[in-house]
């Protein structure tokens, strides 16, 4: 009686998309988009924390709690698609979900911009907190606008 054994190996190739993170992601438009909207804010928030003497307290309170709110909201959706989190959760609309995030977070962080330019009362650091919180609202309108296309767009086939 004679008996064979058969041993079978396989070898599983992995490319560099489908590693836990995602750091391609980061290099791509919408990537920097958010790393720009980030660096923004931080640098808003930063000023706005180091600032001596607040002429308007009650507006730059109200500035402070909309550039920590939007900082830390578009981190977290930073994250999700650097470690490829929204695939793991796909009973969420994330592109919708950020393009709401994303029209109210530029039409608050606009309004909360003028009000600091307004009153800054000639201090250094609130005009660069402004200044950075226009740049940050730019750098939201583009994110919205390239995100439109993604959730709100025309369908492929749609003839016009």
């Not at 931080?42 to 550039?67: D, H, K, M, T, Y």
């Not at 039409?107 to 009153?119: K, W």
Request: glycine content about 8%.
């Amino acid at each position: 009686m004679s008996h064979t054994v058969m041993t079978t190996t396989t070898t599983t190739v992995r490319s560099s998309g489908d590693g836990v993170l995602n750091l391609g992601y980061s290099r791509t438009i919408p990537g920097l988009l958010k790393i720009g909207q980030l660096l923004s804010l931080l640098i808003v928030l930063l000023c706005i924390r180091l600032s001596n003497g607040w002429p308007g307290w009650a507006a730059f309170q109200f500035f402070e709690v909309v550039v920590l709110w939007f900082l830390v909201a578009f981190l977290i959706f930073f994250l999700m698609h650097l470690f490829r989190l929204q695939t793991k959760m796909p009973c969420i609309n994330w592109p919708l979900t950020e393009f709401f995030h994303y029209s109210l977070g530029s039409v608050l962080i606009f309004i909360a911009s003028i009000i600091a330019a307004v009153n800054c009362g000639g201090v250094s650091s609130l005009v660069v907190a402004s200044v950075f919180g226009f740049i940050a609202t730019f750098l939201m309108v583009v994110n919205l606008w390239t995100s439109y296309s993604v959730t709100c767009g025309p369908t492929a086939g749609a003839s016009v």
